[in-house]
């Protein structure tokens, strides 16, 4: 059970009715008349935080059938974009427009599942042997246990959630220990819609908990495919688990994200897009811009602008539609900001912008801009999930490359220039190692059209667009004959 209740960050918490049994209820934000319409998502006092809707089972449904249950639960989300993204924004912190920009991307994705219902499958090869025919199938991998964080507890689901039911399999999603509601909500949301169809609910099962109910999903046998999103540190725990039963995993781990600025870059470009990507969402996006590498001759122009950008921040509350930024989700994120900040003076860098927390209700603290630091500081090759920006000098287009490849993570990576050789070089084998590499935009917002992952301690996994499908399905080559001989394969004879 989870109950509602103000919290100390200064956004909502949902804590366990028995930790807050003696809470009254007058202190139940849903009884109050600023936050009645959490009762649209179907919300009260207590909510049940596992649903796994009456075991059942209706035979096979074939793909295109699947994409049209898809197509109505991303309907279903459209009619509540509104009171889902409030809840987000409510529960995780972010900004109200990125709460409801979060519901969107499930949305969208549905959309694009629907269509590729209608297009997964596999080749039709030649065969050497006469009368034979070479196919490849494609099958659902069966039970997909979705491991999602709190810093995107919409969409992530959202998008393993989509392209798993188009292809044929069902889900049990365990959403992050501090976004309860939210799961709650959007599982709501589905349940409706599989009910509408006569589908049994446990086809989209959900439970709210913590490492514990992680650990189970990760070492039971049933679990056919574990799609884990969060740290590198627990990331490699979940793979370690799953691989020792020779289960499968898709791992969207941490990033340690670079944009490199050339001398010909056009700064009307480079300064949003420094700001936003390092900014947005209080600096806690696998994708945020954590290291900002500039050429010499424009190093301290840069620096200059962003500043003052960084300055011009509308901070507030994340229901307000003029803030910009708001609190970092937890006390704990607070603490892990100051202590990065002490490194980073201690390992010689200095603070030209931010670097306090403000004396406000909330976790809210200064974003913050840090020069002076070597390229291999220790602190740099950090991922700290705070709204911190290491500001780099370098000299040369090899040396620029090769500080955005030596991070453990190879998560998003974007340059800044004119100059398409090096846009070229940038995209090639020695160019940059992240599953994202972008040119002239920033290293956050990624379209889900395309494959969203990343290598090396990233973890390699890929999911909404492109062929990231086939991770959730299990490929099968099939050999037919239709002769009546039997030729060999490499020319065997067998007589």
Known sequence: ??????????????????????????????????????????????????????????????????????????DALRKKIKVLGSLVSLEMGKIYVEGVGEVQEYVDVCDYAVGLSRMI??????????????????????????????????????????????????????????????????????????EQNNLPGAICSMTCGGADIGTAMSKDERVDLVSFTGSTHVGKMVAMMVQERFGRNLLELGGNNAIIVFEDADLNLVVPSAVFASVGTAGQRCTTTRRLMLHGSIHDVVVERVAKAYKQVRIGDPWDPSTMYGPLHTKQAVDQYLAAIEQAKQQGGTVVCGGKVMDRPGNYVEPTIITGLAHDAPIVHTETFVPILYVLKFQTEEEAF??????????????FTKDMGRVFRWLGPKGSDCGIVNVNIPTSGAEIGGAFGGEKHTGGGRESGSDSWKQYMRRSTCTINYSKDLPLAQGIKFE
Request: net charge positive.
């Open 121 to 194: 499958g596999g080749p039709v090869l030649p065969s050497e042997r006469p009368g034979h025919a070479l196919i490849e199938m494609w099958n659902p991998v069966g039970l997909v246990g979705i491991i999602t964080a709190f810093n995107f507890p919409v969409a992530v689901y959202g998008w393993n959630n989509a392209i798993a039911l188009i292809c044929g399999n069902v889900c049990l999603w365990k959403g992050a220990p501090t976004t309860p509601l939210t799961s709650v909500a959007v599982t709501k949301i589905v349940a409706q819609v599989l």
């Open 402 to 415: 090769a500080w955005n490849n030596e991070v453990k993570q190879g998560l998003s990576s974007s340059i």
């Open 1 to 74: 059970h989870w109950r509602m209740s103000r919290g100390p960050s200064g956004t909502c918490v949902a804590r366990g009715l028995f930790y807050q049994q003696s809470a009254a209820m007058s202190t139940l934000l849903i009884n109050q008349p600023k936050y009645a319409w959490l009762k649209e998502l179907g919300l009260s006092e207590d909510n049940d935080g596992v649903y796994n809707g009456n075991w059942g089972g209706k035979g096979e449904i074939p793909a295109p059938k699947r994409g049209e249950i898809v197509r109505q639960i991303g």
